[in-house]
């Protein structure tokens, strides 16, 4: 089991990125998927959390209305869009599967990819 985060990069403030999460070896639709970050000198949190079934979403405070996780199951791929891109956004960002969105938390006790590095600067 083994997921892949792909798109990170540098963006000025205010700006966009599509995170994406795919795997190899199995197919993602089985499972709920969550984005999660790690900032230097902090604690890992969860982002965003879709569900497997349903589609239902969960969001941490800090990033609601801002950004919009999906999934497309013919591809085997979840997104992750982020917009209006905040210099507290930087940081490493993994997928993992089997998650789920509680108390105003996002967590995870699945498989976890290596992660893609957002950096958001001017």
């Known amino acids: 089991v083994q997921l892949q985060a792909s798109g990170g990069g540098l963006v000025q403030p205010g700006g966009s990125l599509r995170l994406s999460c795919t795997s190899s070896g199995f197919t993602l639709d089985y499972w709920s998927i969550g984005w999660f970050r790690q900032a230097p000198g902090k604690k890992r949190e969860g982002v965003s959390c879709?569900?497997?079934?349903?589609?239902?979403?969960y969001y941490v405070d800090s990033v609601k209305g801002r950004f919009t996780i999906s999934r497309d199951n013919a591809k085997n791929t979840v997104y992750l869009q982020m917009n209006s891109l905040k210099p507290e956004d930087t940081a490493l960002y993994y997928c993992?599967?089997?998650?789920?969105?509680?108390?105003?938390?996002?967590?995870?006790?699945?498989?976890w990819g290596q992660g893609t590095l957002v950096t958001v600067s001017s």
């Open positions: 993992a599967t089997r998650c789920t969105g509680i108390g105003g938390r996002i967590i995870s006790n699945g498989s």
């Open positions: 879709i569900s497997s079934r349903d589609g239902i979403t």
